[in-house]
């Protein structure tokens, strides 16, 4: 099974900064990974395909890279309504497995 | 619009079953692989099991490997997962959820409201 650890478990920052969340995954899924983010009492929503590429109707502040074992999500410029969690998640293998989540806060 | 409503759950003792439906609309039920993944109260993500659009692909995590079993009835556009010798920690709100159109690329792209499974004596 492939382990995804995200880091770091929580991020505090302002409206209008920068955030740079990281997944590390335990052995390489080439550019097999998705990127989500979940509100509390949402269901989560998927903002990053493949490493890169961004889902329908996701904003241009959201931007994903990496390949192999070593993936970022930046979003360019933090708007109120991006203060949530995020998580990672694998598809190169079976079992499909998720990271445990960045929580972004308001500082 | 694609849509994914989930109901069946409610409270369970240890040992006891539930089953849970998932009611599709909005998109040709039977090309899609569809999944369940659940959330413990406060936790992360978990991957439960996927079924492919003909129902002859399953796989399962090895926490439920056994114990549930997914189905689909492509005339009802519905998929199910039978929880069987339901413990402590498959407490959790479970989803069903869509993965994105092209095929193997399994992503989560549509997500049900989430149905919350107690399990508790």
């Known amino acids: ?107 | 619009e694609v849509q994914l409503v989930e109901s069946g759950g409610g409270v369970v003792q240890p040992g006891g079953s539930l089953r849970l439906s998932c009611a599709a609309s909005g998109f040709t039920f039977s090309d899609y692989a569809m999944s369940w993944v659940r959330q413990a109260p406060g936790k992360g993500l978990e991957w439960v099991s996927v079924i492919n659009g003909g129902g002859n692909y399953i796989n399962y995590a090895d926490s439920v490997r056994g114990r549930f079993t997914i189905s689909r009835d492509n005339s009802k556009n519905t998929v199910y997962l039978q929880m069987n010798s339901l413990r402590a920690e498959d407490m959790a709100v479970y989803y069903c959820a869509r993965r994105l159109p092209t095929v193997g690329s399994n992503y989560f792209e549509y997500w049900g409201q989430g149905i919350l499974v107690t399990v508790s004596s």
């Open chain 1, 1 to 107: 099974e492939i382990v995804l650890t995200q880091s770091p478990a929580t991020l505090s920052l302002s409206p209008g900064e920068r955030a740079t969340l990281s997944c590390r995954a335990s052995q390489s899924v080439s550019n097999s990974l998705g990127w989500y983010q979940q509100k509390p009492g949402q269901a989560p929503r998927l903002l990053i395909y493949d490493a890169s590429n961004r889902a329908t109707g996701i904003p241009a502040r959201f931007s994903g890279s990496g390949s192999g074992t070593d993936f970022t999500l930046t979003i360019s410029s933090l708007e109120p309504e991006d203060f949530a969690v995020y998580y990672c998640q694998q598809r190169s293998s079976w079992p499909l497995t998720f990271g445990g989540g960045t929580k972004v806060e308001i500082k």
